[in-house]
């Protein structure tokens, strides 16, 4: 890929450490240039204690020969049975 952007449809899967698991999905453009990425999936489910869960994560690559990323997690707060008014 030289000079040009390639766009790429990603899914991915969140192991935490014994609490369960969250998948994601994400459409996003990936271009050429050396420098630092930023890309958001939404969470459209999840394993164990994130069954059912929704959010978005976020990524962030520091720049092209970075060696790893960093991972932000946003959980929407659905604890809280919903009611109906009569």
Same mark, same amino acid.
């Given at each position: 890929?030289a &000079? #040009? =952007?390639?766009?790429?449809?990603?899914?991915?899967?969140?192991?935490?450490?014994? +609490?369960? =698991?969250?998948?994601?999905? #994400?459409?996003?453009?990936?271009? #050429?240039? !050396?420098? !630092?990425?930023?890309?958001? $999936? +939404?969470? &459209? &489910?999840? $394993?164990?204690r994130?069954?059912? #869960?929704?959010?978005?994560?976020?990524t962030? *690559?520091?720049?092209?020969?970075?060696? $790893?990323?960093?991972?932000?997690?946003?959980?929407?707060? =659905? $604890?809280? !049975? *919903?009611?109906? =008014?009569?």
């Open positions: 890929m &000079n #040009a =952007e390639q766009t790429l449809q990603c899914q991915e899967t969140w192991a935490l450490d014994g +609490v369960g =698991e969250l998948t994601s999905q #994400a459409l996003t453009i990936q271009s #050429a240039t !050396p420098g !630092p990425r930023t890309w958001t $999936s +939404v969470i &459209n &489910n999840g $394993s164990m994130f069954f059912g #869960a929704s959010g978005i994560v976020v962030e *690559k520091e720049s092209e020969t970075s060696t $790893s990323d960093d991972v932000t997690i946003y959980l929407v707060d =659905e $604890s809280h !049975p *919903k009611t109906h =008014e009569q």
